[in-house]
């Protein structure tokens, strides 16, 4: 395998020197059949296609359904590298939770000056409706995927707090289920902590997320899904499955004496936990868009009396913007008294002059994102831009400095992918998945890396070509 | 506890699977007949589309019945909303929205069956590979009830699943019979010639009983013989009486898992006793059409009090 | 000014109902002046699901149409003591921050006739203080939207309405809100009751709107008829728009219209 010279390699961080958590994984590689490998690989693909962990690509001719690629290398975590993530993590989420109660009632961190004002005012993502809502156990995010990536030995960035509706949970659980299946003899040799009870703690999270008012004797817990024609039907599906909990759509659902009940073959039956995987906006018609007819409506006035719990509560959007993002460090302090354990990729806000000059003065090295664009639009990547394209950007950002932060490029590590020739190092990040109940907040060891399959390049989005990885977190 | 949409998904993923093995089994004796017979296969195509209710699209497509034509309609035409295609890829939506209430191995034949015959109609059936096409039709559908009879717990989910695959077949068996009731009538027995000895094979062809029918059956064999048969014999497990009695149990089991006894219960136990009240020379004197014709309005009624009773929809 | 009121709501539908609720927001709360006595709402062809307050600390209440209902009626009927405070309510509370009236709703969105309104006040009251200014701006609206009945109704956009020159007091709200926010000032909608001396019988209920100045806080702009609410006027809720402080607000499954009556009593 050839070392990229530029970028931190996971499995070679010199070459011809093989980190600790790949040796084992390394010797036994060496000692592989390559087309075994490769026909391993194919059972791989085989499996998942019978199995139906596929997504439905939407304008295409009968919503096509394709699948996420897997490769079949692992990612390997070493057990002090995860200890510190986790760490990161919990202290992360705890703080977004604590922002988001607070934001959603007495907003202490605007009277203190701590985050300007516009930044909530002014934010589509801020939700009135949540004002005065107390959710049960006071939990917003029951379910967050931090996105990370890695630049060197020591080095984790955290990319995203994903704390609206996070997915791809299914392909953690599948992903290990088909190692388990095509390699057993790496996991006699290999400690690697299991992903399995992902399902089970995250029913337990919910139920323990419950109303206090429930009529139930144990919590009912039912995962709200848009249907069928949704990508991430699968997922939902396989979920509820997992947890022992139905599976609901809209019309499904009904208001019964003050709270939202599923119709059943012998009546209706209350419902205490929504894991709802619809958006907000399509959430409650009587509350929000009123052509919704993927919600439920008077969802929102249940909750708000405190009837049901929905998981992840509305609004949470606020706390994983954009714009709020370069915050998160001062938010951390703010609610928990600490530094940040995990790092922000520095953020050049251009409404500050001083960032301004520092932005405008290396354009062809960052990366600009509009604050409130999303998908890639309005963004300019420095590196990969004309000279015409950086004048014009360069007019733009002069124009409305606020509307923009500004990024460097990052070199995320590579994790070897099995190729034609053999291993390869391709790009990957990390969605490590968290839940937070009343009692406590759950990490579970290991998550989804996410890979890009092309060479060189550094977009691991399943739309455009990425594929997944199992991730293993190794036991101490 | 079971949500009423999932009793609903369950329900119809089983009755589409059977409408296409059904429509397969269908045209396979059709095809037989067609390959025995060299004059007038028009005829035979026709009622073949006919039994499978499928004519008047049929014919807004096509002037005339010729084998390729009726074989790729019912196999795959986009055309046809009620092809073996469609009907699995109903079978199948029903299943992913039922998801959570099947087996892994219920679940997994099903998509392997649909993926399969998915690939045999991707591309159209020539007479040359019709037959492969048919068996394959027949043994994944096979593989599903197999994994249901063998991974699913006798619960709510099952009887909702044995009730679509029943209520289908019922009224299923009951059309085959409709449309070719009077080559049964015993006015034909007199005529005694060939064609009408094929058009008693082709109804037991298209139920798959012409060997059981032989086993039973030695010697001379009458229309009364075969309607009874495939009437009221309870042995006979695509017969409308067998069909009525798993119905029946079907419905007596959700009575004693639910502790409520709902009204379509009813329904079927009056169509149970009026079978059983029958003889087939009593149906031939009240008329075999209209006994049929009664058949398949009573089991479309209780099809919809069955959705009712149980809330399929909201 | 002791004032009872009694208003029934009456929705017929053409086909049995299938699946549909209401939100009712009908309950005055005691307090900026006023002092509910008693209020007492009844429900016929409807269970009450849920009581709560809602982000503007209305009360609210949840109504399920009872199924296969044909008609449903809600009943309200109380009594409350006012004072006249001149509109004057005073300091902003609760969760809901004041910076959520400054920002403009879908109903309140300025167009350039808006826009346009907004200046010219500005301009014509350069020297004088708020109050001056919005009284100067409430006069404006009704100068350029008369009052008439059936020409609005409740999706009806502020700029809209001002463009067309007439509309109700919903629309000369919902102007008046439009316009204070361009202003810089923190607006909002109320929904409520007002005492018309010689007519005891109304069929709808009235609205105006509070606007937030440094100096007062919240005082009330009644540009209707044209005046700050006195002790003829009794608080219902509050909102940044019609929708967040309406009376009645529903949605239905199924086919078939509906017919709406609103029969009102406020007397003394």
Not at chain 1, 53 to 73: C, H, K, S, W
Not at chain 1, 260 to 267: D, I, L, P, S, Y
Not at chain 1, 293 to 311: E, F, H, Q, S, W
Not at chain 3, 57 to 72: M, S
């Amino acid at each position: 395998m050839k070392q990229n010279a530029t970028f931190f390699d996971e499995m070679l961080a010199t070459p011809g020197d093989v980190r600790d958590p790949y040796k084992v994984y390394f010797d036994w590689f060496e000692n592989e059949d390559l087309k075994r490998l490769r026909r391993k690989s194919e059972d791989a693909e085989a499996f998942f296609r019978r199995i139906g962990i596929t997504f439905n690509v939407y304008g295409q001719d009968e919503a096509d359904e394709r699948l996420i690629p897997f490769d079949i290398v692992p990612r390997i975590i070493a057990a002090r590298e995860w200890a510190k993530l986790e760490r990161g993590i919990e202290q992360r989420v705890r703080a977004i939770n604590a922002f988001l109660y607070d934001i959603y009632h007495g907003q202490e961190i605007l009277r203190a000056g701590r985050i300007p004002r516009e930044l909530i005012s002014g934010n589509e993502a801020f939700c009135p409706e949540m004002i005065g809502v107390n959710p049960p156990g006071g939990v917003y995010t029951h379910i967050c995927g931090v996105d990370l990536v890695r630049t060197g030995e020591d080095d984790f960035f955290v990319l995203e707090d994903n704390v609206r509706t996070p997915s791809g949970v299914s392909y953690m659980l599948e992903n290990r289920e088909t190692m388990l299946q095509m390699f057993p003899e790496l996991f006699t040799q290999l400690k690697v902590r299991p992903v399995s009870a992902y399902p089970q703690r995250l029913r337990r999270s919910l139920s323990d997320s419950a109303p206090a008012s429930s009529p139930n004797d144990k919590p009912v817990v039912a995962v709200l899904t848009p249907g069928i024609h949704n990508s991430a039907y699968f997922e939902h599906a396989f979920l509820a499955d997992q947890m022992g909990a139905e599976l609901v759509e809209s019309h499904d659902l009904q208001i019964v004496d003050g709270h939202v009940a599923m119709r059943t073959t012998q009546g209706y039956q209350i419902i205490d936990v929504l894991y709802r995987r619809v958006d907000d906006a399509y959430l409650d018609p009587l509350t929000f868009n009123p052509d919704s007819m993927l919600g439920v409506p008077g969802i929102m006035d249940v909750y708000r009396a405190g009837n049901i719990t929905l998981a992840n509560a509305p609004g949470t959007g606020i706390a994983d913007d954009k714009a709020l993002y370069s915050y998160l460090p001062d938010i951390i302090e703010f609610y928990t008294g600490e530094q940040a354990i995990l790092k922000n990729v520095p953020t050049w806000r251009c409404s500050e002059p001083d960032a301004l000059a520092h932005v405008l003065a290396n354009l062809k090295d960052l990366v600009v994102k509009e604050v409130h664009g999303s998908g890639g639009y309005g963004m300019l990547v420095g590196p990969a831009a004309s000279k015409k394209e950086l004048a014009a950007f360069e007019k733009k950002l002069r124009a409305k400095p606020s509307n923009y932060i500004a990024q460097p490029t990052l070199s995320l590590s590579t994790v070897p992918i099995l190729s034609k020739a053999g291993l390869a190092p391709r790009h990957v990040d990390l969605r490590p998945f968290v839940l937070v109940s009343p009692n406590k907040v759950e990490i579970t060891p290991g998550g989804l890396t996410r890979v890009a399959l092309k060479k060189g390049s550094l977009v691991v989005n399943s739309s455009q070509g990425g594929g997944t990885k199992d991730t293993w977190v190794l036991g101490d | 506890m079971m949500l009423g949409k999932t009793a609903g998904g369950l329900f119809w993923m089983f009755r589409y699977l059977e409408r296409a093995e059904n429509t397969a089994r269908l045209l396979e004796a059709g095809w037989r007949i067609a390959l025995t017979r060299s004059s007038n296969s028009e005829n035979e195509w026709r009622s073949i589309v006919t039994t499978a209710g499928m004519n008047v699209g049929y014919e807004e497509k096509f002037d005339s019945y010729t084998a390729a034509n009726v074989i790729n309609y019912l196999l795959r035409d986009k055309d046809n909303p009620s092809s073996v295609m469609a009907t699995l890829d109903q079978a199948r939506s029903n299943a992913r929205m039922v998801r959570t209430a099947l087996s892994s191995e219920v679940w997994e034949a099903t998509n392997e069956c649909w993926m399969s015959i998915k690939a045999e109609l991707a591309r159209p059936v020539s007479e040359r590979n019709l037959h492969d096409v048919l068996m394959a039709i027949r043994f994944r559908t096979s593989v599903v009830r197999g994994a249901l009879h063998g991974t699913m717990l006798r619960n709510d989910i099952f009887c909702f699943s044995r009730l679509g695959t029943f209520i289908e077949r019922a009224d299923n068996t009951a059309r085959i019979l409709d449309v070719k009731y009077y080559v049964l009538l015993p006015s034909a027995a007199y005529v005694g010639s060939n064609i009408d000895n094929a058009q008693w094979e082709v109804i037991l062809r298209s139920v798959s009983a012409e060997q059981s029918f032989r086993w039973l059956y030695t010697g001379s064999i009458s229309p009364m013989m075969i309607a009874d048969f495939m009437i009221l014999d309870r042995r006979m497990p695509r017969s409308l009486a067998f069909c009525y009695n798993e119905i029946g149990e079907n419905l007596r089991l959700l009575e004693e898992t639910y502790g409520t006894r709902q009204p379509c219960q009813d329904q079927s136990d009056a169509i149970c006793k009026l079978m059983r009240g029958h003889t087939v020379e009593s149906i031939f004197q009240h008329g075999l059409h209209e006994f049929l014709g009664e058949f398949v309005k009573d089991t479309t009624a209780l099809s919809s009090a069955i959705e009712q009773n149980f809330r399929f929809y909201g | 000014m002791k004032l009872t009121i009694q208003h029934q709501t009456t929705y017929d539908y053409e086909e049995p109902v299938h699946y549909a609720l209401q939100k009712l927001r009908l309950i005055p709360r005691t307090g900026h002046g006023q002092t509910v006595l008693n209020w007492q709402t009844e429900i016929s062809g409807g269970e009450k699901q849920l009581t709560f307050d809602d982000l503007f600390v209305n009360h609210t209440e949840l109504v399920k149409v009872t199924p296969g209902a044909t008609r449903i009626e809600i009943t309200s009927i109380g009594e409350v003591e006012v004072e006249n405070l001149n509109g004057v309510i005073g300091k902003h509370a609760g969760f809901a921050p004041l910076w959520l009236f400054e920002n403009p709703t879908p109903l309140t969105a300025a167009g350039n006739n808006i826009r346009k309104l907004a200046a010219s006040v500005r301009n014509a009251t350069e020297d004088h203080d708020d109050i001056v200014r919005l009284h100067h701006l409430s006069q404006e609206i009704l100068s350029l939207v008369t009052y008439e009945t059936g020409q609005t109704d409740s999706t009806t956009t502020a700029e809209v309405a001002l463009t067309a020159g007439h509309g109700v007091c919903q629309d000369h709200s919902h102007i008046m809100i439009a316009a204070a926010r361009l202003l810089g000032y923190p607006a909002r909608y109320i929904s409520g009751y007002l005492f018309m001396d010689g007519q005891d019988q109304q069929d709808a209920t009235h609205a105006w709107c509070e606007v937030w100045t440094k100096g007062l806080g919240w005082v009330g702009f009644d540009v209707s008829n044209g005046i700050s609410p006195d002790a003829r006027y009794v608080r219902v809720a509050t909102g940044r728009d019609y929708t967040d402080a309406a009376p009645i607000l529903g949605i239905r499954h199924g086919n078939g219209t509906e017919n709406l009556h609103v029969s009102l009593q406020v007397q003394q």
